[in-house]
């Protein structure tokens, strides 16, 4: 056996062939398994040349799948690093597009809104289009509901007191505050506020709807984001489902959409018929309204 010597002073600029010595370990191996073959089976006993083979196979077969373990992990190894450049640049391919998306629903919640705001114009008469103003809503009160907002306009876009304030899907109350830039509305869920309203099935049917009512059990409804009122006589028929609009009487213009009436309560002892309407305005959610003048009933 021939030793294999190696320079110290060289050692560091020369890589072992991994396979050659190895295959060296094989040779030597496979020499020593047959040399004990023969010293076992000398004499006597004849070799048995299949025993021989049949273990020669099998430690082949072992050295060849740690090479190919050894091969297969030294690549995943060899690749982490490419991998790891590939995961980064897919997050910040992923933070683009979740700003790009970010940027495309504020634009599609600007379309939509403009577009509610030209359908809250048609609720109105032709002599306030060209008097109406459109802002934003920059406040609003402590709580789930807007019972009081803060608009985005005031005296210097036209804004004045008692304006109407609806958005696109009906009436959302009046201006009662107006400073240079900014003016302040109560909706009609405040216990201030009062609207008399017509039923879009029969006109005639007609009542008032206001917070301050003496209905029972209203605080159960006023969480719900219900209005609550009654109507002028008990005899009207009013049923769940019917649409509620404004009736002219008072400031508001008629027939801006208020939303339908829930449910129906006929107190016998007071001689009301209640009506509880569920708004077709959401009063947890007002981004943008129309602001029209107030008529001038005086």
Same mark, same amino acid.
């Given at each position: 056996?021939?030793?294999?010597?190696?320079?110290?002073? *060289?050692?560091?600029?020369?890589?072992? %062939?991994?396979?050659?010595?190895?295959?060296?370990?094989? =040779? $030597?191996?496979?020499?020593?398994?047959?040399?004990?073959?023969?010293?076992?089976?000398?004499?006597?006993?004849? !070799?048995?040349?299949?025993?021989?083979?049949?273990?020669?196979?099998?430690?082949?077969? %072992?050295? &060849?799948?740690?090479?190919?373990?050894?091969?297969?992990?030294?690549?995943?190894?060899?690749?982490?690093?490419?991998?790891?450049? *590939?995961?980064?640049?897919?997050?910040?391919?992923?933070?683009?597009?979740? *700003?790009? $998306?970010?940027?495309?629903?504020?634009?599609?919640? @600007?379309? @939509?809104?403009?577009?509610?705001?030209?359908?809250?114009? &048609?609720?109105?008469? @032709?002599?306030?289009?060209?008097? =109406?103003?459109? =802002?934003? !809503?920059?406040?609003? %009160?402590?709580?789930?509901?807007?019972?009081?907002?803060?608009?985005?306009?005031?005296?210097?876009?036209? !804004?004045?007191?008692?304006?109407?304030?609806?958005?696109?899907?009906?009436?959302?109350?009046?201006?009662?505050?107006?400073?240079?830039?900014?003016?302040?509305?109560?909706?009609?869920?405040?216990?201030?506020?009062?609207?008399?309203?017509?039923?879009?099935?029969?006109?005639?049917?007609?009542? !008032?709807? /206001?917070?301050?009512?003496?209905? @029972?059990?209203?605080?159960?409804?006023?969480?719900?984001?219900?209005?609550?009122? +009654?109507?002028?006589? /008990?005899?009207?028929?009013?049923?769940?489902?019917?649409?509620?609009?404004?009736?002219?009487?008072?400031? +508001?213009?008629?027939?801006?959409?208020?939303?339908?009436?829930?449910?129906? $309560?006929?107190?016998?002892?007071?001689?009301?018929?209640?009506?509880?309407?569920?708004? +077709?305005?959401?009063?947890? %959610?007002?981004?943008?309204?129309?602001?029209?003048?107030?008529?001038?009933?005086?």
């Amino acid at each position: 056996m021939i030793p294999l010597r190696f320079d110290k002073n *060289k050692k560091e600029n020369k890589r072992i %062939n991994i396979k050659v010595v190895a295959t060296g370990v094989v =040779a $030597i191996t496979l020499i020593g398994i047959v040399g004990l073959s023969i010293g076992r089976f000398s004499g006597a006993n004849p !070799v048995v040349p299949g025993a021989v083979l049949d273990g020669i196979t099998a430690i082949g077969g %072992n050295l &060849n799948k740690g090479f190919t373990f050894l091969q297969d992990n030294f690549k995943d190894i060899l690749s982490f690093k490419e991998n790891s450049e *590939k995961v980064e640049k897919l997050k910040l391919e992923n933070e683009k597009l979740k *700003k790009e $998306i970010i940027v495309l629903n504020n634009k599609v919640d @600007e379309s @939509e809104s403009l577009e509610s705001l030209k359908k809250s114009i &048609n609720f109105v008469d @032709e002599d306030y289009k060209d008097k =109406a103003i459109s =802002a934003s !809503v920059v406040g609003k %009160n402590d709580g789930n509901w807007y019972n009081t907002i803060t608009i985005g306009a005031g005296s210097k876009d036209g !804004v004045k007191k008692d304006s109407i304030v609806m958005n696109g899907n009906g009436l959302v109350g009046m201006v009662y505050e107006v400073s240079k830039n900014y003016s302040k509305a109560i909706s009609l869920l405040d216990t201030k506020s009062s609207v008399s309203f017509k039923l879009l099935k029969n006109s005639n049917f007609k009542g !008032v709807i /206001t917070q301050n009512s003496s209905l @029972e059990d209203k605080e159960n409804y006023k969480d719900k984001g219900y209005l609550y009122g +009654y109507m002028f006589d /008990t005899s009207y028929d009013v049923l769940p489902g019917d649409v509620v609009t404004t009736s002219g009487l008072g400031i +508001y213009p008629e027939g801006i959409p208020i939303g339908e009436v829930d449910k129906v $309560i006929d107190d016998k002892n007071k001689s009301m018929k209640y009506v509880i309407v569920k708004p +077709y305005v959401e009063f947890k %959610n007002i981004d943008d309204v129309t602001i029209i003048e107030p008529r001038n009933i005086g």
